[in-house]
Nanobody
Framework: QVQLVESGGGLVQPGGSLRLSCAAS????????MGWYREAPGKQRELVAR???????MYAESVKGRFTISRDNRITTVYLQMNSLKSEDTAVYYC??????????WGQGTQVTVSS
């Protein structure tokens, strides 16, 4: 199995920054992609960013130019650097990993609140 542990959420003022981390453990050799979704109250879960083993990245339009996804060389840990945060970025952020063996695995979620 694969386990994902997230960290880095919290409360930040508008315009501030946060960095989320997602550490994978267990059967990580089969992971080929990791990323982040978010879910705000009353809204559907949306894809924020993702990165493949080959380093290909994808971002939601709403976060382009403000968020940066990165990973360590073994894709065991993925980061989401969030800058210029807005109130509309407030959500629970979920890390995920796609594994050829186990399908999609989700983290437990971490709350990000942008408020003055």
């Amino acid at each position: 199995q694969v386990q994902l542990v997230e960290s880095g959420g919290g409360l930040v003022q508008p315009g501030g920054s946060l960095r989320l981390s997602c550490a994978a453990s267990g059967s990580i050799a089969d992971i080929y992609r990791m990323g982040w979704y978010r879910e705000a109250p009353g809204k559907q879960r949306e894809l924020v960013a993702r990165i493949t083993n080959g380093g290909n990245m994808m971002y939601a339009e709403s976060v382009k130019g403000r968020f940066t996804i990165s990973r360590d060389n073994r894709i065991t840990t993925v980061y989401l650097q969030m800058n210029s945060l807005k109130s509309e970025d407030t959500a629970v952020y979920y890390c995920y990993a796609d594994s050829t063996r186990f399908g999609r695995i989700w983290g437990q979620g971490t709350q990000v609140t942008v408020s003055s």
